[in-house]
Nanobody, 113 residues
């Protein structure tokens, strides 16, 4: 499975962005899809995940601001990011699991203060 992330960019604090992660094939069977991020000098961290059954988990720092979703018909996962903060600045990666782990290339999100 190839994953292509898009939607990153430069936004002011308080703004919003919507990231998309499009898979090369059907995502229906992908057990878990997730967004991770890695800021300069920091370890990669999971931001949000969604299972094929619809179970969702968010890291505490984005709860109430970010929303993860997946559209099986479009083979795409989304991350709606509202009320962005400078500390959200990072490269965002999409990730999927089905028998093995798959990573997409990252998309840069920069939030200016």
């Amino acid at each position: 499975v190839q994953l292509q992330a898009s939607g990153g960019g430069l936004v002011q604090a308080g703004g919003y962005l919507r990231l998309s992660c499009t898979a090369s094939r059907s995502i229906y069977s992908l057990n878990v899809m997730a967004w991770y991020r890695q800021a300069p000098g920091k370890q990669r961290e999971m931001v949000a995940s969604i299972t094929s059954g619809g179970t969702i988990i968010y890291t505490d720092s984005v709860k109430g601001r970010f929303t993860i979703s997946r559209d099986n018909f479009k083979n795409t996962m989304y991350l709606q990011m509202n009320s962005l903060k400078p500390e959200d600045t990072a490269v965002y990666y999409c990730h999927a699991v089905y028998l093995q782990s798959y990573w997409g290339h990252g998309t840069q999100v920069t939030v200016s203060s």
